[in-house]
């Protein structure tokens, strides 16, 4: 409805002044009015809101303000700006008017509205200069400063002007390409770095052109995360960022090169209305998977988020620095540290009701302190409370869930493979000093210039072997030629994927009985060794992706937007930083991948795995955390080698002292391995045969044309297949007729790959070579950790004490609560207590930690399984598993129960929760059942179990006791459930999850006692194993489900403690550990073993089922498991 517009001076009256219309005033060139001031006629629309139409008798005399909005039409009309304008008109004496674009593009500034106040600001297509001119001749109150715009278009003068301010930025230089100036333009690019001006950038940094308009920001990765670039641009539809294989900078244009800051893949963007308000919200970065998060009405989806003191700080000095009132900016919050990394100047939060309401109170109160005493208007300050307390209400008896702990093996790989060599050639000793191996007598090559000049010597000593035989070189050919092979295996170097180590040999290696010739000079030597093979497969990174998936599923919650799938819960959590997650990895690239593939499905996130790992996972090779150096074995585990060696070599079957000496523990699994070996060199002899038989078998395969050129799985050939087993077959045997038992692993790891990946092949006899060596190695693989109880511990030490320190300081860390990354209050309601925090730390590992961790817990006293049922039952159950294949999961997770004493025991609680990790290929028959995830009372035993199928990976349920008088009835559709008895596909819906009370009466949607008679076979696993076979993960076991903090810190201290009295030389070992000793895991996989344990009873149909089984507590929180850790004197070099 349109009225006639109220000019500045005192209003001749056409109609009345209704003093609380809002007057929100929108310019239109076709109606002429005949208006004091205003050259151009403006028809003006008024937005009037209907209460306020009762207060008629104002005197007429009372000016109006008029703020005048100066910006492009696009921005003007924009919906935040409406909505501000809107609340900006209810202040009595503040009218609006809105400057039209053609007015503002095609007439002069002098025929340009009047106003008290201007909101103007540049965006593409402003003319920036024309408002200039327009403030010089008004000379109207600014809202945003426009000189300092022009500083605002230049990421030059942005970054000076914060540096100036002593703002935090990350380290940049500057590359002006400048021809007057050709000095400024210093550029080297190495493969891993760039030099600008004298300043090096190691991968990953990132690439800004100066122009701030332009957002084709790159940021480049480092080969050993896979190279490449992600290259950042303005939203388009659902993208914001894509990833290109590009690994050279750019060559023309100007740019900022500055250091990448890693994140954990969030970005804050903060608002200021004035010095004193700032609102902030978080997104996803672009960079991680350059898909943008959008919500069911199409908007990118942003939390808000409450900044620190230090970052309300920034706020202010930003808002001042540039002149800008309404002033966005970036913050990366990295390290503990908050750096800004872009200044936007005038933008507006979209879509939050509260910052538009905010946001016009602020600048109306500004406008109004600023001129309501030069027009006489009669005005105060209005006092009010800013923030509205919020009452968290109290939850009941509920736990809440505060940290979870995972330790994780990595992946399905390819198997490991090595070759070693002594060398002598000048060359080699060349690179070894070039890259200093002189200072420890070790070297380890794997950046790709460094495995190119390896791959150069080898060429060059191979090209003057053909020239000429008679030659100085004593290198062995065929050794020469692997050597070549191998480096040249796919055609480029990716740093993951092959390593070089040579060592120092002072006299040269010691003769060897086997193929050595006598003549052995004893002058120095490097030993060459070479490892390939070994990366995380298609099968690995689907396994730990949908392990991701699944795990979100331990976390309370997922409302809103995210109610519509499950595990979402999680997803909210981490994006309104109440979320505390860090990942670790060893400095392995399969255990590296395996933990981005793991973060990619957790998330939710996209794409290619080098982003993710570049900014989710943090590489813990500095500090023995997860990597140990397996060349240096521990004094126990030679002794341990060397008895396991003698008792194998035995020609005959194994007596009840064999029994005794290898099995003093007298697990299940070692007896009933040792059973089916029965005569182990008997054995070996068999399993000899069977590889001559299989490699006779591939030969013929190749000399068929029609499968010469056969694929196999990962674009692996048959030679290459060959090469494996004939390799395999020459070291088994030694030339004395003895075998070398340390091959096992390796014959067990390529079996069980090719039986799972390329059994198409059809090769004969391959199930009996499969079982026979798998026996082999579920002696030889765990009691290679140890024999006895007191070596098991011994070497577990010598793995795992610095992890358990850095266990037994999450837990600590996790009660005693630091203030970060706290979500706003306002904005919780609904979330348990708001202020706190989940904390999450995942920590991805070789087998050999796996292993150590898992004996500390098992013989490092604990628990006394003679007081303690529960436990009896867990050390029964795991000494029946054979192996710790991939993705086996040892979990820890820490709750709080509010209602209890701070001070008391029962304040927090401890679950421990296992799962042997992949499914094996002949696994049904023999697999131990546990009983289930997080086992209740027994309430249900009457009721028949369905068996529980181990699908597990295939659904994303929430185990949950459901509390009537709790629960949030939320229904999500999960179309990967089957109903265990018919194998159906079923739709169930499932509640959002919520804690069960100690005292409540709540459904048990598991028994604990599931034990079902061995012939019933699990239903064959849905899931993802129709993809080339991708074996399911077992579900999680608990181990034990009420264990007091208190244990488990005093636990982890005696353990830490008693290493460091009772093993001074483990500890010189360790010491090893905190170097930056990078480990490659000791031993080929193992095997997985399947838990039938706790079953879903179907009813009630809106119950979820999580992982395929898991029984809900009677005592803790919903989810399934995730690791968590205690509390030590270590001081470690990261940010916990």
């Known amino acids: 409805m349109s009225e006639p517009f109220k000019g500045r001076g005192p209003v001749k009256e056409q109609g009345r002044v209704h003093r609380n219309v809002p007057r929100f005033v929108v310019g239109c060139e076709d109606d002429e009015q005949d208006m004091g001031q205003m050259e151009a006629g403006m028809k003006k629309e008024m937005f009037r809101e209907e209460d306020m139409e009762d207060d008629e008798d104002e005197s007429p005399s009372e000016r109006q303000i008029i703020v005048g909005i100066c910006a492009m039409m696009k921005k003007s009309k924009s ?3 409406t909505e501000i304008l809107e609340r900006l008109c209810k202040f009595d004496y503040i009218d609006v008017e809105i400057f039209p674009e053609e007015v503002i593009l095609e007439e002069p500034v002098e025929k340009w509205p009047l106003c008290d106040c201007l909101i103007s600001f540049h965006s593409k297509g402003f003319p920036l200069d024309k408002a200039v001119e327009y403030v010089k001749l008004r000379n109207p109150l600014l809202i945003n400063d426009l000189n300092m715009q022009y500083f605002i278009q230049d990421r030059r003068e942005v970054y000076r002007i914060l540096q100036e301010e002593g703002i935090d930025l990350p380290r940049y230089a500057i590359l002006n390409r400048d021809p007057d100036n050709p000095e400024e333009c210093n550029l080297v690019e190495g493969e891993d770095h760039v030099e600008v001006n004298g300043e090096v950038f190691h991968k990953p940094f990132v690439e800004k052109p100066v122009c701030a308009e332009d957002h084709n920001v790159y940021i480049y990765y480092p080969t050993s995360a896979g190279g490449g670039s992600q290259r950042l641009f303005r939203k388009i539809g659902s993208r914001s960022s894509v990833y290109s294989p590009e690994s050279s900078v750019r060559k023309t244009g100007s740019y900022i090169y500055e250091e990448f800051m890693p994140t954990d893949g969030t970005d804050v963007k903060v608002y200021t209305v004035g010095p004193d308000y700032a609102h902030a919200e978080a997104r996803k970065s672009p960079a991680l998977d350059g898909k943008v998060e959008r919500d069911s009405e199409g908007k990118e989806i942003r939390y808000p988020v409450m900044l620190t003191a230090m970052e309300k700080l920034v706020a202010r000095k930003v808002c001042l620095a540039f002149k800008q009132t309404v002033c966005g900016f970036d913050l990366l919050r990295a390290n503990g540290h908050s750096y800004v990394c872009d200044v936007n100047g005038f933008s507006f939060v979209k879509n939050s009701m509260k910052y538009y309401d905010d946001c016009a109170k602020v600048l109306g109160n500004m406008v109004m302190r600023e001129l309501a005493p030069q027009l006489h208007i009669p005005w105060s300050i209005p006092m009010e409370a800013e923030d509205i307390p919020i009452v968290p209400t109290t939850s009941g008896t509920m736990m809440e869930l505060r940290c979870v702990i995972a330790i994780i093996r990595h992946g399905d790989r390819t198997p490991k493979q090595k070759m070693k060599m002594e060398v002598r050639h000048p060359l080699f000793f060349d690179l070894f000093e070039k890259y200093g191996g002189y200072k420890t007598g070790k070297l380890k090559l794997k950046k790709p210039k460094q495995l190119q000049e ?38 480029h170097f990716s740093g993951i994927n092959r390593k070089v180590q040579l060592t120092y040999l002072r006299n040269g290696q010691p003769k060897a009985s086997s193929e050595e010739e006598d003549f052995k000079k004893d002058a120095p030597s490097l030993l060459l060794v070479l490892k390939w093979g070994g990366e995380l497969t298609p099968a690995g990174r689907v396994q730990a992706e949908e392990l991701g998936r699944a ?89 341990v080698k060397a008895r396991l060696h003698e008792i194998m070599q035995k020609d005959q079957e194994f007596t009840q002292e064999d029994y005794q000496k290898l099995a003093p523990t007298s697990s299940p699994s070692l007896v009933n391995s040792m059973k089916v070996i029965e005569n182990p060199v008997t054995t070996c002899d068999k399993v000899y045969a069977l590889i001559q038989s299989l490699n006779s078998q591939i030969r013929k395969r190749l000399e068929d044309p029609k499968s010469a050129d056969l694929q196999l799985y990962h674009s692996e050939t048959l030679e290459l297949m060959l090469q494996r087993w004939s390799k395999l077959e020459r070291d088994f045997r030694t030339k004395n007729g003895r075998y070398d038992i340390s091959k096992i692993p390796d014959i067990y790891d390529c079996i069980k790959y090719d039986s799972q990946h390329n059994a198409s092949l059809g090769l004969e006899d391959k199930l009996e070579l499969f079982r026979l060596s798998r026996a082999l190695a579920d002696i030889v693989i765990p009691q290679e950790y140890g024999i006895t109880k007191a070596e098991k511990l011994d070497i577990a030490q010598a793995y795992c004490v610095p992890l358990m320190k850095k266990i037994q300081l999450d837990l600590q860390r996790t009660h005693e609560d630091e203030a970060v990354n706290k979500l706003h209050p306002l904005y919780s309601r609904g979330v348990m207590s708001p202020g706190r925090h989940v904390r999450t730390r995942l920590y991805f590992t070789s087998e050999s930690h796996v292993h150590s961790l898992l004996s500390m817990f098992r013989y490092g006293g604990l628990l006394d399984e003679v007081k303690d049922q529960q436990w009896k039952q867990a050390m029964d159950y795991l000494s029946a598993v054979t192996e710790l294949n991939y993705m086996t999961q040892i979990v820890i997770m820490l709750y709080e129960d509010n209602n209890k004493d701070p001070s008391s025991e029962e304040r927090f609680h401890v679950e421990l929760h296992f799962s042997p990790g992949v499914k094996g290929c002949e696994d049904e028959e023999n697999v131990p059942l546990g009983f289930g995830f997080r086992p209740a009372s027994s309430e249900n035993e009457d009721k ?65 006692c599931s034990r079902q008679s061995p012939e019933i076979k699990p239903a064959g696993g849905l899931g993802f194993e129709g993809c080339s076979m991708v074996p399911s993960i077992y579900p999680l076991e608990t181990l034990h489900n009420s264990l007091s903090l208190k244990q488990v810190e005093e636990f982890l201290k005696s353990v830490c403690e008693s290493s460091s009295e009772a093993h001074a030389k483990t500890m010189k070992a360790l010491s090893g550990l905190f170097d930056s000793q990078s480990q490659t895991s000791l031993y080929s996989p193992q095997q997985p073993l399947s838990s039938s344990g706790s079953e879903a009873s179907l009813r009630p149909p809106s119950q979820p089922l999580w992982h395929g089984s898991i029984p809900s507590s009677a005592v803790s929180s919903a989810g399934p498991s995730s690791p968590i850790t205690e509390t030590g004197g270590v001081n470690f070099s990261f940010s916990e």
């Open 944 to 1008: 028949k179990p369905d068996q529980g199928s181990l699908e597990d990976l295939s659904q994303d349920q929430t185990d949950e006791a459901l509390l009537v008088s709790e629960s949030i009835n939320i229904q999500r559709r999960s179309p990967m459930i089957r109903n265990r008895k018919t194998g159906s596909m079923e739709v169930l819906s499932e509640t959002s999850p919520t804690h069960s009370s100690k005292g409540s009466t709540s459904h048990r949607l598991f028994q604990s």
């Open 454 to 491: 390896v791959l150069d010597i080898a060429r060059l000593l191979l090209l003057e072997l053909g020239q000429h035989n008679d030659c100085e070189i004593e290198e062995k050919k065929s050794k020469l030629e692997q050597l070549k092979t191998v480096l040249e295996m796919y055609g």
């Open 551 to 639: 795990f979100r599923c331990m976390y309370p919650g997922g409302q809103g937007d995210y109610a519509g799938f499950p595990g979402c819960g999680l997803l909210r959590l981490h994006s309104t930083y109440r979320h505390d997650l860090k990942i670790y990895a060893s400095d392995e690239g399969r255990v590296q991948m395996t933990a981005a593939a793991f973060a990619k499905g957790l998330l939710a996130l996209e794409g290619e795995l080098t982003p993710i790992l570049v900014q989710m996972v943090k590489s813990a090779n500095m500090n023995g955390l997860l990597d140990s150096d397996s060349d240096s074995l521990t004094d126990c585990q030679q002794k």
């Open 79 to 81: 919906k935040p700006m």
